[in-house]
């Protein structure tokens, strides 16, 4: 191991080993019966594409990546601008060969290229190193990545040489199959590295002579080959990193497979994950020892949970930032939200995007929260919505409780400040503030400021008709008798 190690370093280090990547990410997804690009088709709560661009980015630098897109070009540069990559489009869809063809200006700058699919999420940084390294150290023209399958059914196989040799006689079709050859499991998992000198060098020998009048990348096998050049063959121990998702079936096959493992690293972290296979959780989710997961929990997006909570079942927290020791009871929704320290949550609350919830901090049943901020220790226990609010610490709003924040054409803030207590069924009219140590008294209409340590009293004055209830119902009654006369 240490050779080899060092046979890699210096092959790394010397003339030659400008690396980039380039991944096939043009194609439409026919066979997923979708107009949408197949690489933004989502598996473990991102696209495609992303999973592939994340492993990529271990291996070389954003800068050194070129995504090949082609439909709805537009889309899918959006989708993964922020991952730094350059793009190339490939303004025509004529197959894989085709697509690097549409990148030889970007790629011929560097001495080596590796080639992706992008619809192939599970692919390791630790698998793109290992045939990058292999490709190195044996000097190819061009490896290729297989796979051992149980059922190679629908996927090219690769012949080599002889057994046990790691050069390739030929890679051919399921449908060209000669019957010798249909015992042959090891498949063309569409991953290569080549030099780019004889890869742009030859290239332009790939000819359309097939169905569907495409250029194939495969085809630069025979070509190299029949340049006396060598082609090698690197078998991966993990065949399901190069799967990819040509159907929906296939698709929902990889994403419950990545959740499936997500789960099972982060009980193996410390996390109680009861019937994992009820919850679903995203791949970037990040979740604290002895925390407890329900089941029927959905963890979305970039959410990251601290140590020691406890999500109820039913609850869907997307892109949020919890604490330690946080609570979320049954049924809650949260979309990118922040929840301090020993706060409890719900049950069936709803805390929209931009709201704060401070430590130790209860927000109750029926509550919901929109770009609002509870400060600490204070509680919203029942039945109440608070929008564009500034609300500070130990503060109690009661049951029924409404900031009403839009006059139908702008939005206004209410402000609260420390230690305020808020009776049931108040209206807070924005903009508005509520001084320090205020009451104001329950069934209010507040629609000026409240100075602090005071108590603010919204009501009209009850009036009191005796009698009223009994003379309306005598005077109905007397109505109907006279219409049956």
Not at 28 to 33: A, H, I, Q
Not at 226 to 248: D, F, H, I, W, Y
Not at 372 to 397: C, F, M, P, Q, W
Not at 474 to 479: H, N, P
Request: with cysteine.
């Amino acid at each position: 191991m240490l050779k080899s190690n060092r046979k890699i370093r210096a092959a790394a280090s010397g003339k030659g080993s400008k690396f980039a990547i380039a991944i096939l990410a043009a194609g439409k997804g026919t066979r997923l019966k979708s107009k949408h690009p197949k690489v933004l088709h989502e598996v473990g709560g991102k696209p495609l594409l992303a999973h592939v661009i994340s492993a990529a980015r271990r291996v070389v630098p954003a800068r050194d990546i070129y995504a090949i897109i082609g439909h709805e070009a537009h889309l899918v540069r959006q989708a993964v601008a922020a991952t730094g990559v350059e793009f190339v489009v490939q303004k025509e869809q004529r197959g894989t060969g085709h697509a690097i063809m549409s990148a030889r200006d970007a790629l011929t700058n560097y001495d080596h290229v590796l080639v992706l699919s992008g619809d192939a999420p599970l692919i390791s940084s630790s698998t793109i190193e290992r045939i990058r390294d292999y490709h190195l150290v044996e000097r190819a023209a061009m490896t290729i990545l297989t796979a051992l399958l149980d059922d190679p059914t629908g996927y090219g196989r690769v012949i080599r040489q002889a057994p046990g040799s790691d050069r390739v006689e030929a890679i051919v079709e399921q449908k060209s199959l000669k019957k010798s050859q249909q015992t042959i499991h090891e498949i063309n998992s569409g991953f290569y590295a080549f030099d780019t000198e004889p890869l742009f060098e030859h290239i332009d020998q790939l000819a359309a002579d097939n169905p569907h009048g495409e250029l194939y990348l495969t085809d630069m096998a025979a070509i190299l080959k029949k340049a006396k050049l060598r082609v090698l063959a690197l078998q991966t121990p993990q065949p399901c990193e190069v799967m990819g998702s040509n159907t929906r079936a296939e698709l929902v096959l990889l994403d419950r497979q990545m959740r499936a493992t997500k789960c099972q690293q982060l009980m193996a972290a410390g996390v109680t994950v009861y019937y994992p296979e009820t919850c679903v959780i995203d791949c970037e989710v990040e979740i604290g020892a002895d925390t407890i997961i329900e089941p029927f929990v959905q963890l979305l997006g970039t959410t990251r949970i601290g140590a020691d909570c406890r999500i109820r079942s039913f609850s869907v927290m997307k892109d949020c930032q919890l604490g330690d020791q946080v609570t979320v009871r049954p049924g809650t929704l949260g979309e990118q939200v922040r929840i301090g320290r020993g706060a409890v949550i719900g049950p069936y609350s709803h805390l929209r995007p931009g709201s704060d919830v401070g430590e130790g901090a209860h927000v109750g049943n029926f509550v919901e929260m929109k770009k609002a901020r509870l400060g600490k220790n204070s509680k919203a226990n029942h039945l109440t919505y608070l929008g564009d609010a500034e609300i500070g610490s130990g503060v109690n709003i009661g049951a029924g409780t409404i900031t009403c924040n839009y006059d139908g054409v702008n939005k206004y803030t209410t402000v609260i400040e420390d230690g305020v207590f808020v009776g049931s069924d108040a209206t807070l009219v924005a903009p508005i503030k509520v001084g320090q140590g205020a009451y104001i008294a329950a069934a209010s209409c507040i629609t000026d400021d409240v100075p602090s340590h005071s108590l603010a009293l919204g009501r009209a004055r009850q009036t009191i008709k005796e009698g009223w209830a009994r003379e309306r119902r005598d005077r109905l009654a007397q109505a109907r008798e006279t219409k049956k006369s």
